[in-house]
């Protein structure tokens, strides 16, 4: 069966004209004759997924609807699946066996939804590109030469080669975003604390979100419906404000949106042909009645510094609990501090040891107060430049990346080169901003998008708008050429 939007299984399944059961043996077959050459899946269980197909089925002959009843899903491979391998792309947690569901997945379940696969992903979240899983990189449907981008690149590439018409990935400091600019799906990063982190493996918490990813604005909807909402296992969780009107989502009215262009976003470094796209698409809100208008967020220069001092130090606390005691892979030795250290050398790949010395550095005695407190201080200046452009536009357009998804290795020698493909989503991951990355049009036959940026809780706004500009183009219907 060939891939559609969540939106348009949702209907099918509504009218009966569908069942669970032949989408999710769709997307089992699928997988199996696609992945050997894209390497999306780290693990399935079809029994489990065609018995949850089952019962999804026979909800909806009871007369039972919900947004996500019976539709396939994919679940980054940092997200608790009870009974399913959680290796978050990394060696040190061979053999770990999800005890528990992530608050996201339990929520998704009791809705119906059907997970199909656990997705591949950078190590532990931490890459641009999907080059820097334990067990082989991800490939771009639209090129397998390139990178599909990352962190949550399987999670991006299963939507984008029609796996599943919804999967979920997460994004620290844009690993939803940028790959669905490089892969051609649209990707949402919600305002901090909307969706529960309960289940998923931190790598900076203060940052870290639960990010859907799907065809459309449309279809991202129908997810963040059923998973939004106060947690009791999460501290930091929070409401969605207007979350009623997710479903059906209805588009904007464009006529008199205010959209600020950030003059930091569209300088030096970025693409020609990326500004072209981005140009065209501004162009079609302009047209639409939107009013356009240039703005600054002046503290941006110091994003990519603030950011990866802030994240590894969180890194280097977080991933102390990977240490070959409780549970994961174990190098055997004698010696306790021998055996915790040979298991993480060999357990943790060259970035993620680069992550944690780099953020061990950071919080010692000596550059704590040099390097974490002062990134604490300029991430501080750099939400308030959100807050006081927001006060006179209702959204930001922006750039997702630099470029289109760019060769293997092309940046693996250089690890500024590639933490500079963030520059354009972090700023709004130190804020706990929404965000969104939907296709704006290709350029030598690879995919761009453009990011909206919104203010706190806007999130169903943000979605709307989007939604609107979908309703005008087909950017994000195009599919890539795949044989199996």
Same mark, same amino acid.
């Given at each position: 069966?060939?891939?559609?939007?969540?939106?348009?299984?949702?209907?099918?399944?509504?009218?009966?004209?569908?069942?669970?059961? %032949?989408?999710?043996?769709?997307?089992?077959?699928?997988?199996?004759?696609?992945?050997?050459?894209? @390497?999306?899946?780290?693990?399935?269980?079809?029994?489990?997924?065609?018995?949850?197909?089952?019962?999804?089925?026979?909800?909806?002959?009871?007369?039972?609807?919900?947004?996500?009843?019976?539709?396939?899903?994919?679940?980054?491979?940092?997200?608790?699946?009870?009974?399913?391998?959680?290796? *978050?792309?990394?060696?040190?947690?061979?053999?770990?066996?999800?005890?528990?569901?992530?608050?996201?997945?339990?929520?998704?379940?009791?809705?119906?939804?059907?997970?199909?696969?656990?997705?591949?992903?950078?190590?532990?979240?931490?890459?641009?590109?999907?080059?820097?899983?334990?067990?082989?990189?991800?490939?771009?449907?639209?090129?397998?030469?390139?990178?599909?981008?990352?962190?949550?690149?399987?999670?991006?590439?299963?939507?984008?080669?029609?796996?599943?018409?919804?999967?979920?990935?997460?994004?620290?400091?844009?690993?939803?975003?940028?790959?669905?600019?490089?892969?051609?799906?649209?990707?949402?990063?919600?305002?901090?604390?909307?969706?529960?982190?309960?289940?998923?493996?931190?790598?900076?918490?203060?940052?870290?979100?639960?990010?859907?990813?799907?065809?459309?604005?449309?279809?991202?909807?129908?997810?963040?419906?059923?998973?939004?909402?106060?947690?009791?296992?999460?501290?930091?969780?929070?409401?969605?404000?207007?979350?009623?009107?997710?479903?059906? =989502?209805?588009?904007?009215?464009?006529?008199? =949106?205010?959209?600020?262009?950030? %003059?930091?976003?569209?300088?030096?470094?970025?693409?020609?042909?990326?500004?072209?796209?981005?140009?065209?698409?501004?162009?079609?809100? $302009?047209?639409?009645?939107?009013?356009?208008?240039?703005?600054?967020?002046?503290?941006? $220069?110091?994003?990519?510094?603030?950011?990866?001092?802030? *994240?590894?130090?969180?890194?280097?606390?977080?991933?102390? $609990?990977?240490? #070959?005691?409780? !549970?994961?892979?174990?190098?055997?030795?004698?010696?306790?501090? +021998?055996?915790?250290?040979?298991?993480?050398?060999? #357990?943790?790949?060259?970035?993620?040891?680069?992550?944690?010395?780099?953020?061990?550095? *950071?919080?010692?005695?000596?550059?704590?107060?040099?390097? !974490?407190?002062?990134?604490?201080?300029?991430?501080?200046?750099?939400?308030?430049?959100? =807050?006081?452009?927001?006060?006179?536009?209702?959204?930001?357009?922006?750039? %997702?990346?630099?470029?289109?998804?760019?060769?293997?290795?092309? @940046?693996?020698?250089?690890?500024?080169?590639?933490?500079?493909? +963030?520059?354009?989503?972090?700023?709004?991951?130190?804020?706990?901003?929404?965000?969104?990355?939907?296709?704006?049009?290709?350029?030598?036959?690879?995919?761009?998008?453009?990011?909206?940026?919104?203010?706190?809780?806007?999130?169903?706004?943000?979605?709307?708008?989007?939604?609107?500009?979908?309703?005008?183009?087909? @950017?994000?219907?195009?599919?890539?050429?795949?044989?199996?």
């Amino acid at each position: 069966m060939k891939a559609g939007t969540a939106v348009d299984w949702r209907e099918g399944l509504d009218a009966g004209d569908l069942s669970s059961e %032949v989408l999710v043996r769709a997307s089992l077959e699928r997988m199996e004759a696609l992945d050997p050459a894209l @390497h999306a899946i780290l693990a399935t269980d079809a029994p489990l997924s065609l018995d949850l197909a089952r019962q999804a089925d026979r909800r909806l002959q009871a007369g039972e609807r919900s947004p996500v009843l019976g539709l396939p899903i994919v679940l980054k491979d940092n997200l608790n699946w009870t009974g399913l391998p959680m290796t *978050c792309g990394s060696r040190i947690l061979k053999g770990y066996t999800a005890p528990y569901d992530a608050t996201v997945v339990q929520r998704l379940l009791r809705a119906g939804a059907v997970p199909v696969a656990k997705a591949n992903m950078d190590e532990f979240a931490m890459g641009s590109s999907g080059e820097y899983s334990a067990f082989g990189a991800a490939r771009n449907p639209w090129d397998t030469s390139r990178v599909p981008g990352g962190s949550s690149s399987g999670s991006i590439v299963s939507v984008a080669a029609g796996y599943a018409p919804l999967a979920l990935g997460s994004d620290t400091g844009g690993s939803v975003r940028l790959p669905a600019s490089f892969c051609n799906v649209t990707a949402l990063r919600p305002t901090y604390g909307v969706l529960s982190r309960y289940g998923l493996a931190a790598m900076a918490s203060s940052m870290d979100q639960v990010g859907p990813v799907a065809v459309s604005a449309a279809d991202l909807a129908l997810a963040l419906s059923v998973m939004a909402g106060l947690d009791p296992l999460d501290s930091t969780s929070l409401p969605l404000p207007a979350a009623e009107r997710l479903v059906p =989502l209805r588009p904007a009215r464009l006529q008199g =949106l205010r959209i600020g262009l950030p %003059v930091e976003y569209f300088g030096e470094g970025l693409n020609p042909a990326v500004r072209v796209l981005l140009d065209s698409a501004i162009d079609l809100l $302009r047209d639409q009645g939107a009013t356009v208008r240039e703005v600054s967020l002046p503290h941006t $220069r110091y994003a990519i510094d603030t950011y990866y001092l802030l *994240c590894t130090s969180e890194v280097s606390s977080n991933l102390s $609990r990977f240490d #070959g005691v409780r !549970y994961g892979a174990r190098v055997s030795t004698d010696c306790l501090p +021998d055996m915790i250290a040979e298991t993480r050398d060999a #357990g943790l790949g060259d970035e993620v040891k680069r992550r944690i010395l780099l953020g061990a550095f *950071c919080l010692s005695k000596g550059s704590y107060d040099a390097f !974490y407190l002062k990134a604490m201080k300029a991430r501080t200046l750099i939400a308030q430049d959100f =807050l006081r452009v927001f006060k006179d536009v209702d959204v930001l357009a922006t750039p %997702v990346s630099p470029s289109i998804a760019f060769p293997f290795g092309a @940046h693996t020698q250089d690890p500024l080169a590639m933490y500079l493909a +963030d520059v354009y989503t972090v700023p709004t991951a130190l804020a706990g901003l929404p965000c969104l990355s939907m296709p704006a049009g290709f350029t030598a036959g690879m995919p761009a998008g453009i990011q909206l940026i919104g203010p706190a809780f806007s999130d169903v706004s943000l979605l709307e708008t989007a939604h609107a500009f979908q309703s005008l183009t087909r @950017h994000h219907l195009e599919t890539p050429p795949l044989s199996a």
